[in-house]
């Protein structure tokens, strides 16, 4: 089963609307963390923001925004009044610890993308 | 200001051609990370490593082998190249200071066609 959701394949949307890329994960952990990264066509990986578990607070950092919600293992991510420079690649991603017979360590698990064009 | 250094950043192989791709950090970072990206698929686990000396398969391990020999690199190497390794290459590191738990930095991208 997929550890992390983005049910969202593609988006567009025409500038200074706001966008919200959904996204659902998959975890037994009670401790855990979830990451949203951006991937603009230029193709590197650009950090956006980290959430733990225990911090279901919501935050804003100028136009995006991010809704956790435990209840529904979401972590939203929301894009206000859309720009053109915000076309891009956005991956949302999980990071638990996980003990098997050989392996044990902190995973760090992408979700597939969603691919947000935002058109002038 | 270097971060993670992938090398090279482009390579062309013919179908059982053998190859090394190279990641190295300079954040001094426990964990460090090869994955793939294909199409839809995001980022692909192959393998990873807890710390010098130590190896783990991922999500895609198949064709793929990895060393860690020293802290701050992380080798991938493909034996015979097929086809169906045509993809992205991204390499990752990453830290866990006081228990916590930071985002993983990731290099620029080694993008392969196997031919």
């Known amino acids: 089963a997929q550890k992390v959701t983005q049910a969202q394949t593609e988006i567009s949307v025409v500038e200074k609307e706001d966008v919200t890329l959904d996204c659902v994960y998959e975890t037994r952990d009670t401790t855990y963390y979830l990451f949203w990264y951006k991937q603009p066509p230029s193709g590197e990986l650009v950090f956006l923001i980290r959430?733990?578990?225990?911090?279901?607070q919501n935050e804003i950092s100028g136009r995006y925004s991010w809704n956790f919600q435990k209840s529904t293992s979401s972590f939203n991510f929301t894009i206000t009044a859309s720009q053109v420079v915000d076309s891009a690649v956005y991956f949302c991603a999980l990071s638990e610890i996980f003990t098997t017979r050989d392996n044990y360590g902190q995973n760090f698990v992408f979700g597939p993308g969603t691919r947000l064009s935002v058109l002038p | 200001n270097a971060g993670v250094t992938q090398t090279p950043k482009f390579r062309v192989l013919k179908t059982g051609q053998s190859m090394t791709l190279l990641c190295a950090q300079d954040m001094n970072h426990e964990y460090m990370y090869w994955y793939r990206q294909d199409p839809g698929m995001g980022l692909r686990l192959i393998h990873y490593s807890v710390g010098e000396g130590t190896t783990a398969k991922g999500e895609v391990p198949d064709g793929y082998n990895v060393s860690r020999l020293k802290k701050q690199n992380f080798l991938l190497g493909l034996e015979s190249a097929a086809p169906s390794q045509t993809s992205v290459y991204f390499c990752?590191?990453?830290?866990?200071?006081?228990?916590?738990?930071?985002?993983?930095?990731f290099g620029q991208g080694t993008r392969l066609t196997v031919v």
């Open positions: 990752a590191s990453r830290t866990f200071p006081d228990g916590s738990n930071t985002e993983a930095f």
């Open positions: 959430r733990n578990s225990f911090d279901e």
